[in-house]
């Protein structure tokens, strides 16, 4: 099977995602030292830096470490299912979506691997308004399904906009 030019660009944001995720993580554990400091100021009181164990989801959900395995897998077989997605269009929204929510989905998938528990880090605690913990590839996960849903937003208005278009003559 040949792969399309622009599945390789979503592939490619993952490549992106995966690095970019575990490199920030790995200063996060080594050059920052943060699992033993706990809590880095960066801008107090918005932003900290603070290590967390999340043994669940994004946000923390399903934690306590019991689906460590299945989350992993479930992780690997959404990215192949979003691999081959990316190999059957032609959006450029829907590919870059693609390629982020395969980017986080593994670079999670990694920690869970290696550690047991994903490495979370970035916390905007002190302004209140958001009091969960993430990283990198929840990041991208996020951004990526929001533009999923942009992409299904855009898609409905050119089908809308093709339904009232006079036929084309033969």
Do not use: C, H
Request: charged share 15%; no cysteine.
């Amino acid at each position: 099977m040949k792969i399309p030019r622009i599945a390789w660009a979503a592939y490619g944001f993952a490549l992106v995602i995966i690095l970019v995720d575990q490199a920030t993580k790995a200063w996060i554990l080594d050059g920052l030292s943060l699992r033993e400091v706990g809590q880095v100021p960066v801008l107090p009181p918005i932003l900290n830096f603070s290590y967390v164990e999340n043994t669940g989801v994004s946000f923390g959900l399903f934690g306590g470490g019991e689906a460590r395995w299945a989350l992993t897998i479930f992780s690997v077989v959404v990215s192949g299912v979003l691999a081959w997605w990316a190999t059957r269009t032609d959006r450029r929204v829907l590919i870059s979506a693609i390629g982020l929510v395969i980017g986080g989905a593994l670079g999670n998938a990694i920690d869970r691997f290696r550690f047991g528990y994903v490495v979370d880090f970035v916390d905007f605690s002190g302004t209140g308004l958001f009091p969960w913990v993430f990283n990198v590839a929840d990041s991208a996960i996020t951004v990526g399904v929001g533009l999923l849903f942009l992409d299904g937003f855009l898609s409905d208005r050119r089908g809308a906009a093709t339904v009232g278009a006079a036929p084309e003559k033969s």
